[in-house]
């Protein structure tokens, strides 16, 4: 079944571990485990290589106990040398034992503390290429090529860093810290070893899912991308709520600069507007550009309407003006009884009102 695809495949790393220690029994025994839970052709061919590594080592004839024990374990390294060298070099071998016995991270990169972004990835990629398992079939290399994919996105990450060099060489502080097993479970990448060599060798992981593996868990989404990216999703949206007033504030000065016309006409005469004209119904004055009559293409009548209403409805305004401040004086005159007050707010003039009534008999 799928499930149980993780526990087969920790299953051969820990086959791969008891081959290396020299201890095929065990190393067989979770090879048949792994089968159980989940057949791969990995598990087949390190069970083949052990079957074969077996039936060369049983002698044909038993003079004693002891010559049998020399000339099976004889017979397996012979055997074991021979599959080691159709397989993977001796450097390769070392490699992988290496990393295997590296105390930090540090350790596994063959750095020093003081190494800079540029020396850790410098030491990343030459053992990336010695280490990955298409080309290092050495039994562990696959768990080897992870620890250096942790050691490298921890150490180029400064926060990550600066944590691991505070705990990473205290496992106790680790586990109570992290959680976790080892200095190798303590401080993980956020993306897998297979994803981290292909950022440095040319092609990246496509899409923005990324997963990683937390001990025999299957591969899940960290809650810790996920609660970021959710943070940065509402901080844009507050973001954008306010600034949504700005934004239709702008947005309507804009409608209303390109609705806004030039006008046609107007009541005063200055540089722009010099020609006079008079409505034909009630001769008022008004004052259009040089020219009107070639680019004008709309209704006079109905422009000569708008002039009307608009000299009409100014007429009004200065009216009320001028009777609020004769009204105004007068009432000062009249409570304060003062008589020459009296006589100015009665000398006082109406032009607009005056004007407005004569348009109203002319109607």
């Known amino acids: 079944m ?179 097993e080892s200095f190798t479970r303590g401080f993980e990448s956020d993306v897998t070893a297979e994803e981290l060599f292909n950022m440095f060798f040319g092609s990246f992981p496509s899409g923005s899912n990324v997963y990683v593996r937390r001990g025999g868990n299957p591969w899940r989404r960290t809650t810790e991308q996920t609660s970021q990216q959710t943070h940065r999703e509402t901080n844009n949206y507050a973001v954008l709520m306010q600034m949504l007033p700005v934004l239709i504030l702008i ?30 119904n009630l001769q008022i004055p008004y004052y259009v550009k040089e020219n009107f009559n070639s680019d004008y293409q709309g209704s006079i009548r109905r422009l000569e309407v708008s002039v009307e209403e608009e000299y009409i409805s100014n007429l009004r305004n200065a009216c009320y003006r001028e009777r609020s401040y004769r009204e105004t004086l007068l009432w000062k005159a009249r409570n304060f009884g003062d008589t020459q007050l009296l006589a100015k707010a009665q000398a006082i003039r109406t032009p607009s009102c005056d004007t407005l009534q004569e348009l109203n008999t002319r109607a």
């Open 251 to 280: 947005a309507l000065s804009m409608m209303s600069s390109l609705l806004v016309s030039d006008p046609v006409y107007s009541l005063n005469q200055n540089h722009k507007f010099p020609v006079l004209r008079k409505t034909i």
């Open 2 to 180: 799928e499930s149980n695809r993780d526990e087969a495949e920790r299953c051969i790393e820990l086959a791969e571990s008891y081959i290396l220690d020299g201890k095929c029994e065990k190393a067989e025994k979770f090879l048949l485990k792994s089968e159980k839970l989940y057949s791969t052709q990995k598990a087949k061919d390190l069970l083949d290589r052990l079957q074969r590594l077996k039936s060369a080592s049983k002698p044909n004839v038993k003079t004693s106990e002891e010559p049998t024990v020399k000339k099976r374990t004889t017979g397996m390294k012979k055997e074991d040398d021979r599959v080691h060298e159709a397989d993977y070099t001796e450097e390769q071998l070392k490699a992988v034992k290496r990393i295997k016995k590296c105390k930090d991270y540090y350790d596994i990169l063959g750095v020093s503390k003081e190494a800079t972004d540029s020396d850790i990835k410098k030491a990343y990629k030459k053992l990336a290429l010695t280490l990955h398992p298409d080309k290092n079939k050495a039994p562990g290399a696959a768990e080897a090529f992870k620890a250096i994919g942790n050691a490298v996105a921890i150490l180029t990450d400064v926060e990550k860093r600066k944590q691991y060099d505070l705990y990473g060489g205290d496992e106790e502080k680790i586990r109570h810290t992290h959680h976790h």
